[in-house]
């Protein structure tokens, strides 16, 4: 048979998207598939880690027996060896017969651990012998069993952290990042939107028969501005509910607004993020604009302060920004080239945004989150047209 290419592979089991960053993720799992190799996959929670882990399954020569999914931050410390490794009777109180782990119950195909990083210490070294040789002993039994198993293993958490923390060992962590596949989350492959969007309403039209008219330009790039620190299934779930409330309404860009926590999404919550990366122009953009929301809280305080001592000079526009001592607009990232003034990024963010939507004053007025008529006041300040 002819393997797939990378559409038809991501058609056949499930996998939207185009972005790069989803392009270079299916490669690996495409390359993966087909071997025994263990394989880690890393992410933020809802970035869609689990539906990678069954297509790698799928996809490979195991898939003939389901994949055995155990959730390690989900079981008590206290049974977790006797419910990976199994047990022998009496082992201890209640274990009042023998019984298989799941790891043999995967014997002879996949098994997927979700959360991996809260495996307690005791139990990593274990699962570190079952990587190396497939042996394990039951809990209670001093006779070494042999399995073959596939693992794949997920976690939200920063592993390298945890281990600096000492709560992983180094030796699992080793083994384990030799297959790291990184699923970005949704907000650095925002183009995915769309094609993850229409995904989602045929999927709930079809399941509920509720009718689906449509959806404005400007809704679409609202969608695609937001944070989604939830990801896909975010994304997943706001989806279900516009269309089960707006039932057959064809969807405005306010209808969007009333499902999306804007109010969480602006400058405080936006910058820590976006300060780990300095590349690309969505990500300047955002900085920009959370720099000049802050502007404007700032101007606000300092002009109540100088009207209530009385100083009474209202501060112009045009002041450089120090957001704390020693810290100016230069220091954050190297996306942000030189200091600059407030005015000089506000035209320059303007600027950007025009261009990006080719002059249509609409989308850009959308995208900045000012009204269309600030858009044309600001155009003619600084001279843009
Ligand atoms: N690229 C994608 N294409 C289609 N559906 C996706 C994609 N990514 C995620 N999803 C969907 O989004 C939801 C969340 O994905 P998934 O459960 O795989 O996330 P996760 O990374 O395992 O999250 P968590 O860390 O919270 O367990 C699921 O309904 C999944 O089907
Ligand atoms: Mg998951």
Redesign the pocket.
Same mark, same amino acid.
């Given at each position: 048979m002819e393997p797939l290419d990378r559409k038809q592979f991501q058609k056949k089991y /499930?996998?939207?998207?185009s972005s790069l960053e &989803?392009q270079e993720v299916v490669q690996i799992v495409q390359h993966v598939a087909p071997t025994d190799i263990t394989v880690l996959i890393t /992410?933020e929670? /809802? @970035? /869609? %880690?689990? &539906? @990678?882990a069954q297509a790698i399954h799928n996809a490979g020569n195991r898939s003939k027996k389901e994949m055995v999914t155990v959730n390690c931050g989900a079981i008590p410390e206290g049974i977790i060896e006797s419910e990976l490794f199994g047990h022998e009777k009496g082992s201890f109180t209640g274990a009042v017969g023998e019984r298989k782990g799941y790891f043999e119950l995967a014997d002879g195909g996949t098994i997927f651990l $979700?959360e991996i990083g809260e495996l307690p210490p005791a139990t990593q070294v274990k699962f570190l012998r079952i990587l190396e040789n497939g042996e394990f002993l039951r809990v209670g039994s001093s006779v070494a069993r042999k399995v073959d198993v596939r693992v794949i293993a997920?976690t939200?958490k920063d592993l390298e952290q945890e281990v600096r923390n000492g709560n992983f060992r180094q030796d699992l962590y080793y083994r384990l990042r030799s297959v790291n596949i990184r &699923?970005p989350p949704l907000r650095d492959r925002r183009e $995915?939107i769309p094609e993850?969007f229409e %995904?989602f309403v045929a999927e709930f039209s079809e399941r509920n028969n509720i009718p689906f008219n449509g959806i404005t330009p400007e809704a679409m790039t609202e969608l695609q501005n937001y944070y989604w620190q939830g990801n @896909?299934?975010e994304l997943?779930n706001v989806v279900e509910s516009m269309l089960v409330i707006e039932r057959g309404k064809k969807i405005e860009v306010d209808d969007v607004r009333r499902y999306l926590h804007t109010e969480h999404s602006g400058a405080q919550r936006m910058l820590p993020a976006l300060l780990q990366k300095h590349n690309d122009f969505d990500e300047r953009q955002l900085i920009l604009r959370a720099l000049i929301d802050m502007k404007a809280d700032i101007l606000e305080l300092k002009n109540m302060i100088a009207s209530i001592s009385g100083e009474g000079h209202p501060l112009s526009d045009h002041q450089p920004v120090m957001l704390q001592p020693g810290v100016s607009v230069k220091n954050i990232g190297s996306s942000v080239p030189e200091t600059l003034s407030i005015g000089e990024m506000e035209r320059r963010m303007i600027e950007n945004s025009l261009k990006k939507y080719h002059g249509n004053r609409r989308l850009a007025a959308n995208e900045l989150k000012i009204s269309e008529r600030t858009l044309y006041r600001k155009i003619k300040e600084y001279n843009l047209s």
């Open positions: /499930g996998i939207i998207g &989803i /992410g929670s /809802g @970035v /869609g %880690k689990e &539906i @990678v $979700d997920a939200n &699923i $995915d993850l %995904k @896909v299934r997943r």
